[in-house]
């Protein structure tokens, strides 16, 4: 299965109803994120795009950047893994890097993504205890759609000029 990789990620929170878990994430955007969605270059003015794109099936798995010893049975206890139903909402957003004083910006990525696995939220719960804040990786195995890309339609909506003219 073809795989995409977030860097930097934080999980904000997950969310549980009866048929599924949502997980919040924001994460670095990167340009093989870009390229792999085949969103192109982003408008190096607007501050908050909405992406389209969307993958669907296969599994999450979370990794944090330093990770723990080994088990005994083989397993690393921090990092969490699930099945993946669709991991979509894509929105960027422009922001000041630390400590640059305006002189250099960075893009975050913000997205869900959902699991029908049953226990997907107590691991993520375990996750955020033994975790916390720390950043760390996102792979995302995916099912392809019609095309050799994740479900994409290519385009970016600026949402910051959408609310300033509504």
Known sequence: MPSITFVGVELK???RTAKEATFHFAAEYTAKVGKAFEWGDLNE???KFTLDGSLAG???????????QKTMDGTKPDVMSVSLTTCDSFTVT???SE????KGIRRRIDFCATSIDSDACM?????LQLIGKMKASLCCEYRVLDTGAPNNTGSAVDVTNKAAQG
Do not use: D, F, H, I
Request: hydrophobic share 25%; with cysteine.
């Open 13 to 15: 929170n997950c969310v």
């Open 45 to 47: 003015t607007c501050k």
């Open 58 to 68: 296969g599994t999450m798995v979370l990794e944090p950047k330093e990770t723990s």
């Open 94 to 96: 422009r922001l000041q």
């Open 99 to 102: 400590g640059s004083k305006g």
């Open 123 to 127: 691991k993520a719960e375990k996750w």
